[in-house]
């Protein structure tokens, strides 16, 4: 009996070996997931296993603890293909395939992870340092929770999909993370990631996906500009737009904040000629909209974007609650070519003060302040000055720690420059109908005043006549 225990034991380790054999000497097949390996609760997914044209049949295995089984014979199977209409915590797992062919097993293919999702709260996830990243560049990716979670994934969007994962890197301040390196990056491409966590208890059953992060890759067309209907500077509660605008005709427009997250979308609005023109709505100005902006262009068919417009700074006025004042030497009226001095002063701990010009399309003059008399002030030189430099000035103070954040505008000072060539009116422009008139009008001005003059002296001749008889009769 102990003889034919062990002769069925070597036959059970040889025959073993010899699978083992086989199945080294045959390709592994290749796992994958359609659309995709992470499935939202309820969603339909199909496992594919692809091999070697001799492949004659597939098995899918899917692991349990401890070992792999078998998938079970109730799930619907086609050859190479399972499809599972309705995605389960109980599909969710790591799965491999292999073949047989007439010349034994092949190996293994490699794991496949089926997560399924929408169990628990969404992450967020947000670009470091910003979701503007060059052309060629690397970006980190943060995926955060107060949740706690043990790991997450982070998906890219679209036709070229693509997973990472991560287990949490520590806690900080109550969230826990994970930092994930993606890159690099080209224009061709649109990068749009979410990202998910689980609990180490069942890692393939994660939560609802983050909101999505859209990074912006810019490119060498065209840029467009950038400007606010209501000018940089902009009170508290007041509604701001910002608009994008280029002759290139785009379909699409971004725009983004400087250390801001997501690039802001905005449906174009196409007018004549070519022209196309994006509406960003900010609602009603907190301090949080201060900051540098700018914005790019795009069409529907390219995953491109544009270069990035120049740079427009919005100035929030009204967050620092002093006022300061302005005054002008020598005075508020200035002879043309002459030299005058805008002083901005505030009696609050400011470091740097700003002047605008109302209507002026040149960008704001900025002016580190100085120390005065219990006052801290900044002398802003202008000249020779001309006719253009006429005109409405305020003055506002802000902090080099929030340089995006104003006080309240100084009093309005109007600035009179009178003299030189340029400030004469020129004469009105009329038409010859109207020379005629003017010249008509001079000869009847000139007839009515001989007429007048006449009559004057006719006066004067009959009043000596009268004075003349008068005598005559007395004597």
Not at 60 to 81: A, C, H, V
Request: proline content about 7%; aromatic content about 8%.
């Amino acid at each position: 009996m102990t003889s034919l225990l062990l002769a069925l034991l070597c036959l059970g380790q040889d025959l073993n070996q010899r699978i083992h054999r086989q199945a080294g000497t045959l390709p592994k097949p290749t796992l994958w997931a359609e659309p995709g390996p992470v499935v939202p609760s309820g969603s339909p997914v199909t496992l594919l296993c692809k091999g070697p044209s001799e492949a004659k049949s597939y098995v899918f295995e899917k692991q349990k603890p401890g070992l792999w089984k078998r998938m079970e014979q109730w799930i619907y199977k086609n050859d190479s293909t399972i499809v599972i209409p309705d995605m389960l915590t109980s599909y969710a797992g790591r799965y491999h395939c292999y073949y047989h062919s007439p010349s034994g097993r092949s190996e293994d293919s490699d794991t496949l992870e089926l997560v399924v999702t929408g169990y628990y709260s969404k992450p967020s996830v947000s670009a470091l340092p910003s979701p503007v990243v060059t052309s060629g560049g690397n970006v980190t990716l943060q995926c955060g929770s107060r949740k706690g979670f043990d790991r997450f994934i982070l998906t890219k969007e679209g036709e070229h999909r693509l997973l990472w994962t991560l287990d949490s890197q520590g806690h900080i301040r109550g969230q826990s993370q994970a930092l994930f390196s993606v890159g690099p990056m080209t224009p061709g491409h649109r990068w749009r990631f979410r990202c998910y966590g689980c609990y180490r208890k069942s890692p393939q059953v994660c939560s609802h996906p983050s909101d999505i992060l859209e990074l912006l890759v810019p490119g060498v067309s065209g840029k467009p500009s950038l400007l606010a209907q209501q000018g940089p500077i902009v009170a508290s509660s007041q509604n701001l737009t910002l608009q994008c605008r280029s002759d290139v005709g785009y379909d699409r427009f971004a725009l983004s904040k400087e250390g801001g997250q997501d690039p802001t979308p905005s449906l174009v609005l196409q007018s004549q000629a070519g022209l196309s023109q994006g509406d960003f709505s900010l609602d009603t100005v907190r301090s949080s909209h201060g900051g540098r902006y700018r914005c790019y262009g795009g069409h529907n068919l390219s995953s491109e974007w544009s270069a990035p417009s120049d740079p427009l700074d919005i100035l929030v006025a009204g967050h620092l609650h002093d006022r300061p004042s302005l005054l002008v030497q020598p005075g508020t009226t200035v002879t043309s070519g002459k030299n005058v001095t805008l002083l901005c002063q505030s009696q609050t701990l400011r470091d740097t003060f700003l002047l605008s010009k109302e209507g002026a399309a040149d960008p704001l003059l900025r002016l580190q302040s100085k120390s005065g008399a219990q006052q801290y002030e900044a002398e802003f030189s202008m000249g020779p000055v001309t006719s253009a430099h006429g005109g409405t000035y305020r003055c506002y103070s802000s902090l080099s720690t929030s340089p995006y954040l104003l006080s309240q505008p100084s009093e309005p000072l109007e600035l009179l420059v009178s003299g030189g060539s340029e400030d004469r009116p020129l004469p009105p422009m009329v038409s010859g109908s109207q020379k005629g008139l003017t010249w008509y009008q001079y000869v009847l001005i000139g007839v009515l005043v001989a007429f007048t003059l006449l009559l004057f002296l006719v006066f004067l001749f009959l009043q000596y006549r009268r004075q003349g008889k008068g005598r005559m009769s007395g004597e």
